[in-house]
């Protein structure tokens, strides 16, 4: 899987858009952005994912960059329990036969304050 | 579609005892997950089944560490014996297709 980079830590306004970077320069034509989130100490989140196109659901929104070398994850009203450790992770999907375990990085740790 | 269950949520076991943890996948999930979370470490793999078979169990610590999956539902993880470094938070995640992994709650696991 390719390597992520993403910023230690970052802090948010409650009810403003949090907007969390990840840089993935190695990613290969085939790997997929993927985001899930850890809060406190529950188990792993997911909460999109994308290959190209920018995509968006319930929870928040995915912008990818056209040479795909960085995304950003969007939520667009930061709640207090939004509060979490964000992880991008590249990986193959599941549909172009990618089963394969997924690495986690240290994430960014979101703060969202009052 | 009921989650990924976990068992015990908590589990605190004397140094040398034996622990083993249940993960029930969601059901049809053929792929199945082990990882944890050291103290202050990162998550990290252990290993993957794909039914009842071990495709990569490249991540498992050492030989005290054994996973299992007869029948290809639930695992068990069992850790014989325990040691002090083993203390942490285990993590089971199942897979279907077109989609993300889906984490239990976890384990943990308090070795004194």
């Known amino acids: 899987d390719a390597k992520t980079t993403q910023p230690t830590s970052m802090d948010c306004a409650e009810g403003r858009a949090a907007n969390l970077p990840c840089n993935h320069s190695t990613i290969s034509g085939n790997e997929y952005v993927y985001w899930y989130r850890q809060i406190h100490s529950q188990g792993p989140q997911y909460i999109i994912h994308g290959l190209k196109n920018n995509e968006t659901n319930e929870m928040a929104s995915l912008i990818i960059t056209e040479d795909r070398k960085s995304s950003t994850l969007i939520l667009p009203h930061a709640t207090l329990r939004d509060t979490a450790v964000y992880y991008c992770i590249v990986s193959q999907s599941a549909v172009s036969g990618g089963y394969q375990k997924v690495t986690f990085g240290t994430g960014t740790k979101l703060q969202v304050i009052p | ?112």
Not at chain 2, 22 to 45: A, Q, T
């Open chain 2, 1 to 112: 579609e009921a989650g990924v269950t976990q068992f015990p949520s908590h589990s605190v076991i004397e140094k040398g005892q034996t622990v083993t943890l249940r993960c029930d996948p969601i059901s049809g999930h053929d792929n199945l997950y082990w990882y944890r979370r050291v103290m202050g470490k990162e998550i990290k793999f252990l290993l993957h089944f794909v039914k009842e078979s071990k495709q990569d169990e490249s991540g498992m610590p050492n030989n005290r560490f054994l996973a299992e999956r007869t029948g290809g539902t639930y695992s068990t993880l069992k850790v014989q014996p325990a040691e002090l470094e083993d203390s942490g938070v285990y993590f089971c995640a199942s897979r279907g297709a077109n989609y993300g992994y889906t984490f239990g709650s976890g384990t943990r696991l308090t070795v004194v």
